[in-house]
């Protein structure tokens, strides 16, 4: 079934890549991707080249991310992004609540809330992740774990505001593993997702908001996703740091814009 929302393919380049190299492979990108209007692209590159890479796409159809904003426009926070200074630099999305930084650095549902928020206030695009570990899947939590991660991301929010999200399915026990879920497994819950934000917002809300899919994905395994009504794109890690296979996922997911 093709999707009638627009495609969206986001690439989160991790800690990888200095400020040349980052430049390098946006470069790159921009000369496959010039033909690629159909699919709206995002990459996210470490703080580091964020307002290089800015700048170097200022006038193009790719977008720039954050990995990750915090919930104040400034303050005592060391090591943390401004939402507002992301913004102000040119980013229109930033990454929100990636199973990386629940894991490493501690991050709560709510802190994953109070960011959603302020992304959203400030005038960013939130791509706010969720997913369940294998533990919890094999221990049949899948539902659960979904169901309290979005509703606590999206607690008080207002409609119009759940229209400018986007949510990223990722299963953490797929993430850099090279194991990916089947598009069957990311369906599920992808709808779940949706009938969720539907239960939460309106039906009208939830017909809005795009549904990645994140963890292994590849050209040679996106178009499964792809292909399944409720998934809209794809939130991608490793293919996303060589222009030549992250071209050929944009390609792929473009086949499916409706």
């Known amino acids: 079934m093709i999707s009638v929302r627009r495609p969206l393919i986001a690439g989160n380049w991790k800690m990888h890549k200095n400020t040349a190299e980052a430049l390098a492979l946006v470069e790159q990108l921009l000369y496959r991707l010039r033909d690629k209007h159909r699919v709206e692209v995002v990459v996210c590159p470490p703080a580091t080249s964020l307002e290089a890479v800015c700048q170097l796409v200022s006038t193009a159809t790719l977008y720039v991310g954050a990995q990750n904003t915090h919930w104040a426009s400034e303050g005592a926070f060391t090591g943390e992004i401004s939402p507002r200074v992301a913004r102000e630099m040119g980013c229109k999305f930033t990454i929100v609540g990636h199973s990386e930084r629940r894991q490493y650095f501690g991050e709560t549902d709510a802190y994953v809330h109070q960011r959603t928020r302020a992304a959203l206030e400030t005038g960013l695009t939130p791509i706010v992740c969720i997913g369940e570990t294998l533990a919890q899947r094999e221990a049949g939590e899948t539902v659960e774990v979904i169901r309290r991660q979005v509703t606590t991301a999206l607690e008080n929010l207002i409609a119009p505001q759940g229209g400018g999200l986007v949510i990223a399915y990722e299963p953490v026990w797929a993430i850099g593993t090279g194991r990916a879920a089947t598009a069957a497994d990311a369906q599920e819950v992808a709808a779940f997702i949706r009938q969720l934000i539907a239960e939460l ?58």
């Open 201 to 258: 917002f309106n039906a009208s809300t939830a017909a809005k908001v795009r549904i990645l899919y994140g963890g292994s994905v590849k050209p040679d395994n996106i178009g499964g996703f792809m292909a399944k009504p409720d998934i809209d794109g794809a939130l991608v890690g490793g293919a996303s740091l060589s222009a030549d296979s992250f071209a050929g996922i944009v390609a792929r997911a473009g086949r499916y814009q409706g």
